[in-house]
Protein backbone atom coordinates (compact mmCIF):
# COMPACT_ATOMS: atom_id res chain seq x y z
CA UNK A 1 0.00 0.00 0.00
CA UNK A 2 3.09 2.63 0.65
CA UNK A 3 4.35 1.20 -2.29
CA UNK A 4 1.99 2.58 -4.50
CA UNK A 5 1.45 5.75 -2.68
CA UNK A 6 4.85 6.49 -3.32
CA UNK A 7 4.30 5.18 -6.62
CA UNK A 8 1.67 7.76 -6.96
CA UNK A 9 3.43 10.80 -5.96
CA UNK A 10 6.10 9.76 -8.09
CA UNK A 11 3.54 9.56 -11.02
CA UNK A 12 1.94 12.46 -9.92
CA UNK A 13 4.91 14.86 -10.16
CA UNK A 14 5.79 13.36 -13.46
CA UNK A 15 2.78 13.74 -14.98
CA UNK A 16 2.71 17.57 -13.57
CA UNK A 17 5.89 18.09 -14.94
CA UNK A 18 4.84 16.59 -18.78
CA UNK A 19 1.40 19.05 -18.23
CA UNK A 20 3.26 22.16 -17.57
CA UNK A 21 6.04 22.07 -20.04
CA UNK A 22 3.21 21.39 -22.88
CA UNK A 23 0.64 23.90 -21.30
CA UNK A 24 3.93 26.17 -21.61
CA UNK A 25 4.75 25.11 -25.00
CA UNK A 26 0.98 25.78 -26.03
CA UNK A 27 0.32 29.34 -24.68
CA UNK A 28 4.19 30.81 -24.50
CA UNK A 29 3.79 32.11 -28.35
CA UNK A 30 0.53 33.75 -27.28
CA UNK A 31 1.38 35.61 -24.21
CA UNK A 32 4.56 36.99 -26.68
CA UNK A 33 2.79 38.52 -28.87
CA UNK A 34 0.62 39.83 -26.26
CA UNK A 35 3.28 41.42 -24.21
CA UNK A 36 5.09 42.79 -27.19
CA UNK A 37 1.67 44.44 -28.64
CA UNK A 38 1.60 46.88 -26.05
CA UNK A 39 5.60 47.86 -26.52
CA UNK A 40 7.48 50.23 -28.59
CA UNK A 41 9.83 48.99 -31.47
CA UNK A 42 12.82 49.05 -29.96
CA UNK A 43 11.67 47.41 -26.89
CA UNK A 44 10.29 44.75 -28.98
CA UNK A 45 13.64 43.76 -30.35
CA UNK A 46 15.79 44.55 -27.69
CA UNK A 47 14.06 42.67 -25.14
CA UNK A 48 10.84 40.23 -26.56
CA UNK A 49 10.76 38.35 -23.55
CA UNK A 50 9.84 41.55 -20.99
CA UNK A 51 6.90 42.83 -19.59
CA UNK A 52 6.04 46.48 -21.26
CA UNK A 53 6.82 49.02 -18.42
CA UNK A 54 5.79 52.60 -18.19
CA UNK A 55 8.99 53.67 -20.51
CA UNK A 56 8.22 51.01 -23.01
CA UNK A 57 4.48 50.68 -22.88
CA UNK A 58 2.89 52.10 -26.42
CA UNK A 59 -0.36 51.79 -28.65
CA UNK A 60 1.03 52.89 -31.73
CA UNK A 61 0.36 49.60 -33.67
CA UNK A 62 -3.22 49.61 -32.29
CA UNK A 63 -3.42 53.52 -34.25
CA UNK A 64 -1.91 52.21 -36.75
CA UNK A 65 -4.36 49.53 -37.30
CA UNK A 66 -7.23 52.52 -37.33
CA UNK A 67 -5.52 54.62 -40.00
CA UNK A 68 -4.67 52.10 -42.56
CA UNK A 69 -6.90 48.95 -41.87
CA UNK A 70 -10.83 48.40 -42.23
CA UNK A 71 -10.91 46.33 -39.06
CA UNK A 72 -14.24 47.53 -37.73
CA UNK A 73 -15.62 46.47 -41.17
CA UNK A 74 -14.02 43.32 -41.31
CA UNK A 75 -15.32 42.26 -37.68
CA UNK A 76 -18.47 43.16 -39.12
CA UNK A 77 -18.49 40.82 -41.74
CA UNK A 78 -17.19 38.18 -39.75
CA UNK A 79 -20.09 38.44 -37.28
CA UNK A 80 -22.60 38.52 -40.08
CA UNK A 81 -21.20 35.58 -41.60
CA UNK A 82 -20.66 33.24 -38.68
CA UNK A 83 -24.39 34.42 -36.98
CA UNK A 84 -26.22 33.75 -40.27
CA UNK A 85 -24.56 30.31 -41.12
CA UNK A 86 -24.62 28.96 -37.52
CA UNK A 87 -27.94 29.88 -36.97
CA UNK A 88 -29.69 28.57 -40.42
CA UNK A 89 -26.94 25.01 -39.54
CA UNK A 90 -28.92 24.94 -36.65
CA UNK A 91 -32.26 25.02 -37.46
CA UNK A 92 -31.99 23.15 -41.18
CA UNK A 93 -29.66 20.36 -39.36
CA UNK A 94 -32.30 20.17 -36.48
CA UNK A 95 -35.27 19.82 -38.73
CA UNK A 96 -33.42 17.07 -41.07
CA UNK A 97 -32.60 15.06 -37.77
CA UNK A 98 -36.30 15.42 -36.24
CA UNK A 99 -37.00 13.63 -39.03
CA UNK A 100 -34.94 11.18 -39.38
CA UNK A 101 -35.48 10.71 -35.85
CA UNK A 102 -39.32 10.75 -35.77
CA UNK A 103 -40.36 9.12 -39.01
CA UNK A 104 -39.93 5.99 -40.71
CA UNK A 105 -39.83 6.63 -44.65
CA UNK A 106 -38.73 5.00 -47.76
CA UNK A 107 -35.28 5.76 -48.28
CA UNK A 108 -34.37 7.82 -45.03
CA UNK A 109 -31.59 5.51 -44.43
CA UNK A 110 -30.28 6.17 -48.37
CA UNK A 111 -30.59 9.77 -47.40
CA UNK A 112 -28.98 10.23 -43.98
CA UNK A 113 -26.02 8.13 -45.69
CA UNK A 114 -25.97 10.41 -48.35
CA UNK A 115 -26.19 13.33 -45.63
CA UNK A 116 -23.34 11.31 -43.55
CA UNK A 117 -21.22 11.49 -46.96
CA UNK A 118 -20.31 14.84 -46.30
CA UNK A 119 -18.82 14.38 -42.57
CA UNK A 120 -15.37 12.81 -44.75
CA UNK A 121 -14.82 14.50 -47.90
CA UNK A 122 -13.93 18.23 -46.89
CA UNK A 123 -16.01 20.73 -49.64
CA UNK A 124 -12.81 22.30 -50.98
CA UNK A 125 -12.71 19.98 -53.25
CA UNK A 126 -15.60 21.48 -54.92
CA UNK A 127 -14.07 25.00 -55.13
CA UNK A 128 -13.73 24.96 -59.19
CA UNK A 129 -17.63 24.24 -59.28
CA UNK A 130 -18.58 26.64 -56.58
CA UNK A 131 -16.89 29.77 -57.94
CA UNK A 132 -18.75 28.74 -61.38
CA UNK A 133 -22.06 28.57 -59.31
CA UNK A 134 -21.46 31.58 -57.46
CA UNK A 135 -20.87 33.53 -60.66
CA UNK A 136 -24.01 32.01 -62.39
CA UNK A 137 -26.04 33.23 -59.30
CA UNK A 138 -24.43 36.46 -59.63
CA UNK A 139 -23.19 36.25 -56.17
CA UNK A 140 -19.29 36.14 -56.18
CA UNK A 141 -17.78 38.39 -53.95
CA UNK A 142 -20.84 38.74 -51.38
CA UNK A 143 -21.18 37.47 -47.87
CA UNK A 144 -24.18 35.65 -48.95
CA UNK A 145 -21.91 33.20 -51.21
CA UNK A 146 -19.51 32.20 -47.90
CA UNK A 147 -22.92 31.93 -45.48
CA UNK A 148 -24.32 29.13 -48.47
CA UNK A 149 -20.74 27.66 -48.30
CA UNK A 150 -20.26 27.06 -44.54
CA UNK A 151 -24.42 25.96 -43.90
CA UNK A 152 -23.58 23.57 -46.77
CA UNK A 153 -20.10 21.93 -45.18
CA UNK A 154 -22.22 22.48 -41.32
CA UNK A 155 -25.06 19.82 -42.37
CA UNK A 156 -23.62 16.55 -42.12
CA UNK A 157 -21.86 16.48 -39.12
CA UNK A 158 -24.99 18.95 -37.86
CA UNK A 159 -27.48 16.73 -38.39
CA UNK A 160 -25.06 13.43 -37.14
CA UNK A 161 -24.91 14.73 -33.99
CA UNK A 162 -28.62 16.28 -33.68
CA UNK A 163 -29.96 13.09 -34.74
CA UNK A 164 -28.40 10.69 -32.10
CA UNK A 165 -29.51 13.42 -29.51
CA UNK A 166 -33.33 14.11 -31.29
CA UNK A 167 -33.63 9.94 -30.86
CA UNK A 168 -32.91 10.27 -26.79
CA UNK A 169 -35.86 12.35 -26.18
CA UNK A 170 -38.62 10.17 -24.63
CA UNK A 171 -41.75 9.18 -27.28
CA UNK A 172 -44.13 9.61 -24.50
CA UNK A 173 -43.81 13.26 -24.46
CA UNK A 174 -44.17 13.63 -28.39
CA UNK A 175 -47.54 11.31 -28.67
CA UNK A 176 -48.80 13.20 -25.75
CA UNK A 177 -48.40 16.37 -27.54
CA UNK A 178 -50.19 14.16 -30.43
CA UNK A 179 -52.97 13.13 -28.64
CA UNK A 180 -53.70 17.36 -27.59
CA UNK A 181 -54.06 18.08 -31.52
CA UNK A 182 -50.51 19.32 -31.45
CA UNK A 183 -49.60 19.78 -35.23
CA UNK A 184 -45.44 17.85 -36.56
CA UNK A 185 -44.57 21.37 -36.31
CA UNK A 186 -45.39 21.89 -32.50
CA UNK A 187 -44.16 19.07 -31.55
CA UNK A 188 -40.21 19.77 -33.30
CA UNK A 189 -40.84 22.97 -31.66
CA UNK A 190 -41.46 21.14 -28.24
CA UNK A 191 -38.50 19.01 -28.77
CA UNK A 192 -35.88 21.81 -29.55
CA UNK A 193 -35.57 23.05 -26.04
CA UNK A 194 -34.91 19.66 -25.23
CA UNK A 195 -31.92 18.87 -27.66
CA UNK A 196 -30.20 22.83 -26.57
CA UNK A 197 -26.73 20.72 -25.27
CA UNK A 198 -25.97 18.87 -28.73
CA UNK A 199 -26.73 22.25 -30.26
CA UNK A 200 -24.40 24.68 -28.22
CA UNK A 201 -22.07 21.71 -29.44
CA UNK A 202 -23.16 22.03 -33.28
CA UNK A 203 -22.93 25.89 -32.77
CA UNK A 204 -19.23 26.01 -31.18
CA UNK A 205 -18.00 23.21 -33.36
CA UNK A 206 -18.84 25.80 -36.51
CA UNK A 207 -18.06 29.04 -35.10
CA UNK A 208 -14.74 28.84 -34.83
CA UNK A 209 -13.76 26.82 -37.94
CA UNK A 210 -16.35 29.54 -40.09
CA UNK A 211 -14.30 32.64 -37.86
CA UNK A 212 -11.02 31.37 -38.77
CA UNK A 213 -11.83 29.89 -41.98
CA UNK A 214 -9.24 31.43 -45.15
CA UNK A 215 -9.81 29.13 -48.18
CA UNK A 216 -13.40 30.41 -49.05
CA UNK A 217 -12.96 34.40 -48.65
CA UNK A 218 -9.67 34.34 -50.63
CA UNK A 219 -11.13 32.43 -53.42
CA UNK A 220 -14.91 33.66 -53.44
CA UNK A 221 -14.30 37.37 -52.24
CA UNK A 222 -11.74 39.82 -53.41
CA UNK A 223 -13.20 43.32 -52.36
CA UNK A 224 -12.69 45.34 -49.24
CA UNK A 225 -16.09 45.14 -48.12
CA UNK A 226 -16.79 41.73 -48.08
CA UNK A 227 -13.57 40.80 -46.48
CA UNK A 228 -13.65 39.12 -43.19
CA UNK A 229 -11.58 39.51 -40.71
CA UNK A 230 -9.47 36.58 -40.64
CA UNK A 231 -8.61 37.47 -44.74
CA UNK A 232 -8.47 40.81 -43.97
CA UNK A 233 -5.49 40.23 -40.96
CA UNK A 234 -4.26 38.13 -43.92
CA UNK A 235 -3.78 40.32 -46.25
CA UNK A 236 -3.04 43.61 -43.89
CA UNK A 237 0.02 41.42 -42.04
CA UNK A 238 1.23 40.59 -45.77
CA UNK A 239 0.97 44.57 -46.48
CA UNK A 240 2.84 46.15 -42.88
CA UNK A 241 5.32 42.62 -42.99
CA UNK A 242 8.09 45.26 -41.78
CA UNK A 243 5.46 47.08 -38.85
CA UNK A 244 5.99 44.42 -35.86
CA UNK A 245 3.86 47.16 -33.92
CA UNK A 246 0.92 46.79 -35.86
CA UNK A 247 0.81 43.14 -37.22
CA UNK A 248 1.41 42.34 -33.46
CA UNK A 249 -1.91 44.62 -32.84
CA UNK A 250 -3.49 43.14 -35.18
CA UNK A 251 -2.39 39.68 -34.26
CA UNK A 252 -3.97 40.75 -31.11
CA UNK A 253 -7.30 42.17 -32.04
CA UNK A 254 -8.03 39.28 -34.35
CA UNK A 255 -7.15 37.00 -31.56
CA UNK A 256 -8.94 38.28 -28.59
CA UNK A 257 -12.69 37.41 -29.82
CA UNK A 258 -11.94 33.97 -30.28
CA UNK A 259 -10.58 33.52 -27.46
CA UNK A 260 -13.23 35.06 -25.53
CA UNK A 261 -14.96 33.07 -27.31
CA UNK A 262 -13.90 30.24 -26.59
CA UNK A 263 -13.06 30.75 -22.68
CA UNK A 264 -16.89 31.11 -22.27
CA UNK A 265 -17.77 27.87 -24.42
CA UNK A 266 -15.14 25.93 -23.77
CA UNK A 267 -17.40 23.76 -21.38
CA UNK A 268 -19.55 22.82 -24.82
CA UNK A 269 -16.75 22.50 -26.70
CA UNK A 270 -14.98 19.82 -24.43
CA UNK A 271 -18.66 18.23 -24.17
CA UNK A 272 -19.06 17.91 -27.57
CA UNK A 273 -15.72 16.81 -28.35
CA UNK A 274 -15.96 14.02 -25.90
CA UNK A 275 -20.00 13.71 -26.16
CA UNK A 276 -19.34 10.00 -26.50
CA UNK A 277 -17.97 9.12 -23.03
CA UNK A 278 -21.28 10.54 -21.32
CA UNK A 279 -22.09 7.27 -19.28
CA UNK B 1 -45.53 28.31 -44.17
CA UNK B 2 -48.86 28.79 -42.22
CA UNK B 3 -50.96 27.70 -45.23
CA UNK B 4 -49.14 24.39 -45.33
CA UNK B 5 -49.67 23.41 -41.57
CA UNK B 6 -53.47 24.16 -42.16
CA UNK B 7 -53.28 22.14 -45.38
CA UNK B 8 -51.43 18.79 -43.69
CA UNK B 9 -53.60 19.72 -40.47
CA UNK B 10 -56.95 18.85 -43.26
CA UNK B 11 -55.10 16.23 -45.13
CA UNK B 12 -54.42 14.35 -41.63
CA UNK B 13 -58.32 14.41 -41.18
CA UNK B 14 -59.05 12.95 -44.70
CA UNK B 15 -60.03 9.20 -44.54
CA UNK B 16 -57.16 7.99 -46.85
CA UNK B 17 -53.27 8.34 -45.12
CA UNK B 18 -52.23 11.80 -46.59
CA UNK B 19 -48.99 12.23 -48.04
CA UNK B 20 -46.88 13.24 -45.42
CA UNK B 21 -45.99 16.50 -46.49
CA UNK B 22 -44.37 17.88 -42.94
CA UNK B 23 -41.70 15.42 -43.90
CA UNK B 24 -40.33 16.96 -46.83
CA UNK B 25 -40.89 19.92 -45.18
CA UNK B 26 -38.20 19.23 -42.25
CA UNK B 27 -35.56 17.64 -44.99
CA UNK B 28 -36.22 20.25 -47.75
CA UNK B 29 -34.12 23.20 -47.03
CA UNK B 30 -30.93 21.05 -45.42
CA UNK B 31 -31.07 18.96 -48.26
CA UNK B 32 -31.35 21.66 -50.73
CA UNK B 33 -28.58 23.56 -49.35
CA UNK B 34 -25.88 20.64 -49.05
CA UNK B 35 -26.99 19.45 -52.37
CA UNK B 36 -26.69 22.29 -54.06
CA UNK B 37 -23.62 23.48 -52.53
CA UNK B 38 -21.43 21.06 -51.57
CA UNK B 39 -22.48 17.96 -53.29
CA UNK B 40 -22.79 19.06 -56.57
CA UNK B 41 -19.92 21.14 -56.66
CA UNK B 42 -18.01 17.97 -55.63
CA UNK B 43 -19.13 15.86 -58.50
CA UNK B 44 -19.33 19.01 -60.43
CA UNK B 45 -15.51 19.97 -60.10
CA UNK B 46 -14.86 15.98 -60.61
CA UNK B 47 -16.60 16.45 -64.19
CA UNK B 48 -14.81 19.96 -65.14
CA UNK B 49 -11.77 17.72 -64.82
CA UNK B 50 -12.61 15.81 -67.79
CA UNK B 51 -12.84 18.52 -69.75
CA UNK B 52 -10.51 21.37 -71.65
CA UNK B 53 -10.34 24.42 -73.16
CA UNK B 54 -10.68 24.25 -76.94
CA UNK B 55 -7.62 25.25 -78.58
CA UNK B 56 -9.08 27.74 -81.13
CA UNK B 57 -11.76 29.68 -78.57
CA UNK B 58 -10.68 29.52 -74.66
CA UNK B 59 -14.20 29.97 -73.79
CA UNK B 60 -15.68 27.14 -74.77
CA UNK B 61 -15.14 23.55 -73.20
CA UNK B 62 -14.42 20.52 -74.78
CA UNK B 63 -14.52 16.58 -73.27
CA UNK B 64 -11.10 15.42 -73.13
CA UNK B 65 -11.86 12.73 -71.22
CA UNK B 66 -9.26 11.60 -69.19
CA UNK B 67 -6.56 13.48 -71.20
CA UNK B 68 -5.74 15.91 -68.12
CA UNK B 69 -4.79 13.41 -65.55
CA UNK B 70 -2.62 11.90 -68.66
CA UNK B 71 -0.93 15.38 -68.68
CA UNK B 72 -0.72 15.60 -65.05
CA UNK B 73 1.11 12.41 -64.77
CA UNK B 74 3.42 12.35 -67.92
CA UNK B 75 4.06 15.91 -68.57
CA UNK B 76 7.23 16.86 -66.74
CA UNK B 77 6.32 20.74 -65.88
CA UNK B 78 3.25 19.05 -64.17
CA UNK B 79 4.43 15.72 -62.93
CA UNK B 80 7.50 17.29 -60.99
CA UNK B 81 5.10 19.24 -59.07
CA UNK B 82 2.47 16.66 -58.36
CA UNK B 83 5.16 14.26 -57.33
CA UNK B 84 6.59 17.02 -54.99
CA UNK B 85 3.30 18.30 -53.59
CA UNK B 86 1.87 14.21 -53.39
CA UNK B 87 5.40 13.64 -51.88
CA UNK B 88 5.19 16.71 -49.50
CA UNK B 89 2.14 15.70 -48.32
CA UNK B 90 3.21 12.23 -47.26
CA UNK B 91 5.73 13.70 -45.11
CA UNK B 92 3.49 16.24 -43.64
CA UNK B 93 1.08 13.74 -42.84
CA UNK B 94 3.97 11.26 -41.10
CA UNK B 95 4.28 13.78 -39.24
CA UNK B 96 1.53 14.08 -37.96
CA UNK B 97 0.86 10.50 -37.10
CA UNK B 98 4.48 10.15 -35.40
CA UNK B 99 4.25 13.36 -33.54
CA UNK B 100 0.88 14.86 -33.14
CA UNK B 101 -1.09 11.74 -32.52
CA UNK B 102 1.44 9.89 -29.67
CA UNK B 103 1.56 13.37 -27.75
CA UNK B 104 -2.45 13.92 -28.20
CA UNK B 105 -2.67 10.30 -26.44
CA UNK B 106 0.40 10.94 -23.87
CA UNK B 107 -1.36 14.20 -22.64
CA UNK B 108 -5.21 12.56 -23.08
CA UNK B 109 -3.66 9.72 -20.98
CA UNK B 110 -2.48 12.22 -17.89
CA UNK B 111 -5.07 14.54 -17.97
CA UNK B 112 -7.98 11.42 -17.93
CA UNK B 113 -6.05 10.27 -14.86
CA UNK B 114 -7.75 11.23 -11.73
CA UNK B 115 -4.56 11.43 -9.35
CA UNK B 116 -3.81 14.19 -11.66
CA UNK B 117 -4.70 17.88 -10.52
CA UNK B 118 -5.48 21.06 -12.61
CA UNK B 119 -6.70 18.62 -15.33
CA UNK B 120 -9.10 20.81 -16.88
CA UNK B 121 -6.98 23.94 -16.56
CA UNK B 122 -4.17 22.32 -18.37
CA UNK B 123 -6.59 21.16 -20.82
CA UNK B 124 -8.11 24.67 -21.88
CA UNK B 125 -4.79 26.05 -21.78
CA UNK B 126 -3.62 23.02 -24.19
CA UNK B 127 -6.46 23.28 -26.53
CA UNK B 128 -6.09 27.22 -27.10
CA UNK B 129 -3.97 27.07 -30.31
CA UNK B 130 -6.66 24.66 -31.77
CA UNK B 131 -9.43 27.70 -31.36
CA UNK B 132 -6.53 30.07 -33.66
CA UNK B 133 -6.93 31.01 -36.89
CA UNK B 134 -3.92 29.94 -39.71
CA UNK B 135 -3.37 33.29 -39.83
CA UNK B 136 -2.29 34.05 -36.15
CA UNK B 137 -0.76 31.04 -36.26
CA UNK B 138 1.33 31.30 -39.02
CA UNK B 139 2.06 34.70 -38.11
CA UNK B 140 2.77 34.24 -34.60
CA UNK B 141 5.26 31.38 -35.88
CA UNK B 142 7.43 33.31 -38.67
CA UNK B 143 8.37 36.15 -36.44
CA UNK B 144 8.94 33.94 -33.19
CA UNK B 145 11.65 31.78 -36.17
CA UNK B 146 12.42 34.75 -37.62
CA UNK B 147 16.07 35.70 -37.60
CA UNK B 148 15.30 39.24 -37.51
CA UNK B 149 13.33 38.82 -34.29
CA UNK B 150 15.23 36.77 -32.66
CA UNK B 151 13.23 34.83 -30.70
CA UNK B 152 13.85 31.49 -31.55
CA UNK B 153 17.37 32.17 -31.33
CA UNK B 154 17.50 34.50 -27.98
CA UNK B 155 15.62 31.12 -25.87
CA UNK B 156 18.55 28.41 -27.54
CA UNK B 157 21.30 31.38 -26.13
CA UNK B 158 19.66 31.21 -22.65
CA UNK B 159 20.38 27.63 -22.52
CA UNK B 160 23.32 27.59 -24.10
CA UNK B 161 22.60 26.43 -27.52
CA UNK B 162 22.94 29.75 -29.65
CA UNK B 163 25.08 27.89 -31.98
CA UNK B 164 22.31 25.84 -33.00
CA UNK B 165 19.65 28.55 -34.18
CA UNK B 166 18.95 28.17 -37.63
CA UNK B 167 16.28 30.08 -39.85
CA UNK B 168 14.55 27.00 -40.38
CA UNK B 169 11.56 28.15 -42.57
CA UNK B 170 13.80 29.56 -45.11
CA UNK B 171 16.00 26.59 -45.35
CA UNK B 172 14.81 23.91 -48.12
CA UNK B 173 15.91 20.55 -45.67
CA UNK B 174 14.20 22.26 -42.50
CA UNK B 175 10.82 24.41 -43.78
CA UNK B 176 8.61 21.50 -44.25
CA UNK B 177 9.54 19.99 -41.07
CA UNK B 178 9.06 22.91 -39.28
CA UNK B 179 5.66 23.83 -41.07
CA UNK B 180 4.64 20.07 -40.16
CA UNK B 181 5.38 20.49 -36.73
CA UNK B 182 3.52 24.11 -36.41
CA UNK B 183 0.76 22.49 -37.70
CA UNK B 184 1.35 19.58 -34.99
CA UNK B 185 1.20 22.47 -32.50
CA UNK B 186 -1.64 23.76 -33.12
CA UNK B 187 -4.12 20.66 -33.67
CA UNK B 188 -2.34 18.41 -30.61
CA UNK B 189 -5.69 19.75 -29.22
CA UNK B 190 -7.99 17.34 -31.13
CA UNK B 191 -6.26 13.92 -30.68
CA UNK B 192 -5.78 14.94 -26.74
CA UNK B 193 -9.49 15.67 -26.56
CA UNK B 194 -10.86 12.76 -28.33
CA UNK B 195 -8.49 10.28 -26.63
CA UNK B 196 -9.54 11.95 -23.32
CA UNK B 197 -12.73 11.14 -23.87
CA UNK B 198 -12.38 7.33 -24.89
CA UNK B 199 -10.07 6.49 -22.12
CA UNK B 200 -12.76 8.29 -19.36
CA UNK B 201 -15.60 5.96 -20.82
CA UNK B 202 -13.23 2.81 -19.76
CA UNK B 203 -15.19 1.80 -16.46
CA UNK B 204 -12.78 2.23 -13.37
CA UNK B 205 -13.68 -1.35 -12.63
CA UNK B 206 -11.76 -2.96 -15.17
CA UNK B 207 -8.52 -1.00 -14.45
CA UNK B 208 -8.75 -1.27 -10.19
CA UNK B 209 -9.53 -5.26 -11.20
CA UNK B 210 -5.89 -5.04 -12.94
CA UNK B 211 -4.09 -2.90 -10.61
CA UNK B 212 -5.41 -5.23 -7.75
CA UNK B 213 -3.70 -8.10 -10.37
CA UNK B 214 -0.46 -6.20 -9.95
CA UNK B 215 -0.61 -4.38 -13.46
CA UNK B 216 1.89 -1.14 -13.00
CA UNK B 217 0.85 1.64 -15.28
CA UNK B 218 2.36 0.37 -18.50
CA UNK B 219 0.95 -2.65 -18.26
CA UNK B 220 -2.69 -1.08 -17.33
CA UNK B 221 -2.02 1.09 -20.23
CA UNK B 222 -0.76 -1.49 -22.74
CA UNK B 223 -2.84 -4.17 -22.01
CA UNK B 224 -5.75 -2.79 -21.16
CA UNK B 225 -6.67 1.32 -22.26
CA UNK B 226 -4.90 0.75 -25.46
CA UNK B 227 -6.86 -1.84 -27.05
CA UNK B 228 -10.28 -0.28 -25.68
CA UNK B 229 -9.49 2.88 -27.58
CA UNK B 230 -8.70 1.55 -30.56
CA UNK B 231 -12.06 2.37 -32.38
CA UNK B 232 -10.94 6.05 -31.54
CA UNK B 233 -7.47 5.68 -32.49
CA UNK B 234 -8.76 4.70 -35.95
CA UNK B 235 -10.72 7.61 -36.18
CA UNK B 236 -8.05 9.92 -35.40
CA UNK B 237 -6.07 8.18 -37.83
CA UNK B 238 -8.65 9.03 -40.73
CA UNK B 239 -9.17 12.75 -39.83
CA UNK B 240 -5.53 13.39 -39.70
CA UNK B 241 -5.68 12.10 -42.93
CA UNK B 242 -8.44 13.89 -44.65
CA UNK B 243 -7.56 17.52 -42.84
CA UNK B 244 -3.82 17.07 -43.91
CA UNK B 245 -4.44 15.97 -47.42
CA UNK B 246 -6.88 19.26 -47.34
CA UNK B 247 -4.58 21.40 -45.80
CA UNK B 248 -3.28 25.35 -47.59
CA UNK B 249 -3.76 27.98 -45.09
CA UNK B 250 -0.80 27.36 -43.29
CA UNK B 251 1.62 26.93 -46.01
CA UNK B 252 -0.15 29.71 -47.51
CA UNK B 253 -0.04 32.07 -44.70
CA UNK B 254 3.60 31.07 -43.74
CA UNK B 255 5.33 30.37 -47.26
CA UNK B 256 2.95 31.99 -50.18
CA UNK B 257 1.07 30.23 -52.54
CA UNK B 258 4.95 28.86 -53.85
CA UNK B 259 5.60 26.57 -50.70
CA UNK B 260 8.75 28.62 -50.55
CA UNK B 261 11.43 28.11 -50.10
CA UNK B 262 11.82 26.31 -54.15
CA UNK B 263 8.10 24.20 -53.50
CA UNK B 264 9.51 22.58 -50.66
CA UNK B 265 6.61 23.04 -48.45
CA UNK B 266 4.31 22.50 -51.59
CA UNK B 267 1.05 20.71 -51.08
CA UNK B 268 -1.64 19.46 -52.39
CA UNK B 269 -3.72 22.08 -51.42
CA UNK B 270 -1.02 24.73 -52.69
CA UNK B 271 -0.61 23.25 -55.95
CA UNK B 272 -4.51 23.69 -56.14
CA UNK B 273 -4.33 27.36 -55.89
CA UNK B 274 -1.81 28.05 -57.85
CA UNK B 275 -2.59 26.05 -61.07
CA UNK B 276 -6.38 27.00 -60.25
CA UNK B 277 -5.54 31.27 -59.99
CA UNK B 278 -2.28 31.15 -62.02
CA UNK B 279 0.99 32.46 -60.30
CA UNK B 280 3.44 35.43 -61.67
CA UNK B 281 3.64 34.18 -65.24
CA UNK B 282 1.37 31.26 -65.80
CA UNK B 283 -2.09 32.05 -66.15
CA UNK B 284 -4.78 30.50 -63.99
CA UNK B 285 -6.15 27.33 -65.62
CA UNK B 286 -9.52 26.04 -64.09
CA UNK B 287 -9.56 22.17 -65.50
CA UNK B 288 -6.08 21.90 -64.69
CA UNK B 289 -7.13 23.13 -61.08
CA UNK B 290 -10.33 20.77 -61.01
CA UNK B 291 -7.89 17.78 -62.04
CA UNK B 292 -5.64 18.17 -59.07
CA UNK B 293 -8.44 18.68 -57.17
CA UNK B 294 -9.88 14.94 -58.56
CA UNK B 295 -5.91 13.73 -57.59
CA UNK B 296 -7.08 15.01 -54.26
CA UNK B 297 -10.98 13.58 -53.92
CA UNK B 298 -9.32 9.56 -54.90
CA UNK B 299 -6.81 10.17 -52.28
CA UNK B 300 -8.84 11.65 -49.73
CA UNK B 301 -11.25 8.82 -50.49
CA UNK B 302 -9.03 5.69 -50.91
CA UNK B 303 -7.93 6.83 -47.24
CA UNK B 304 -11.40 6.97 -46.13
CA UNK B 305 -12.34 3.74 -47.83
CA UNK B 306 -9.17 2.03 -46.27
CA UNK B 307 -10.27 3.37 -42.70
CA UNK B 308 -14.30 2.51 -43.38
CA UNK B 309 -13.53 -1.35 -44.64
CA UNK B 310 -10.53 -2.53 -43.46
CA UNK B 311 -9.87 -1.14 -40.31
CA UNK B 312 -13.61 -0.04 -38.17
CA UNK B 313 -14.54 -3.28 -39.33
CA UNK B 314 -12.56 -5.26 -38.05
CA UNK B 315 -12.13 -2.99 -35.13
CA UNK B 316 -15.94 -3.69 -34.43
CA UNK B 317 -15.64 -7.51 -35.12
CA UNK B 318 -13.28 -7.57 -32.10
CA UNK B 319 -15.17 -5.73 -29.69
CA UNK B 320 -17.56 -8.28 -29.84
Known amino acids: M ?15 AILLAYTALAIYPVIIILINAFKNRRAIFRDPFALPTPETFTLVGFET ?18 IVSVVCIMLFASMM ?15 SLYMSAGIMIPIRLGTVSIIVLMRTLGIIDT ?9 ASGMPLAVFVLTSFMRSVPQDLKDAARVDGASEYRIFLLVLPLVRPALGTVAVFNIIPIWNDLWFPLVLTSSDRVKTITYGAQAFMGQFANDYNAILASLTLSMVPVIVLYILFSRQLVRGLTSGAVK | MATLTAFTTKLKHSVRRPFPWHIVVFLAPGFLVYTVFMIYPIFGSLITSLYAPNPQNVQQLDFVGLRNYETLLTAPQWTDRLIGAVRNNFVFFTIHMLVQNPVGLLLASLISSQFVR ?52 GQESTALIAVSLISVWQYVGIPMMLFTAALISIPDEVIEAARV ?21 GIVGVLTFVGNFNAFDLVYTMQ ?65
Not at chain 1, 143 to 151: D, N
Not at chain 2, 286 to 299: R, S
Request: a positive charge; hydrophobic letters at 50%; aromatic letters at 16%.
Open chain 2, 256 to 320: SAMGNPNFSTDLLGTLFYRTYFGFQLQAGNPTMGATIAGVMFLIILTGVLIYLFGYQRRITRVEM
Open chain 2, 118 to 169: LRTVYRTLIFTPTVLSFVLVGFVWQIMLSPLWGIARGLLQSVGLGDLYQPVL
Open chain 1, 97 to 111: AFAFSEYKFPGSTLL
Open chain 1, 2 to 16: RNTLVSRGVQQIAAQ
Open chain 2, 213 to 233: DGANFWTVFWRIKFPLILPTV
Open chain 1, 143 to 151: LLALILVYV
Open chain 1, 65 to 82: LTTSGNFPLYFFNSFVVV
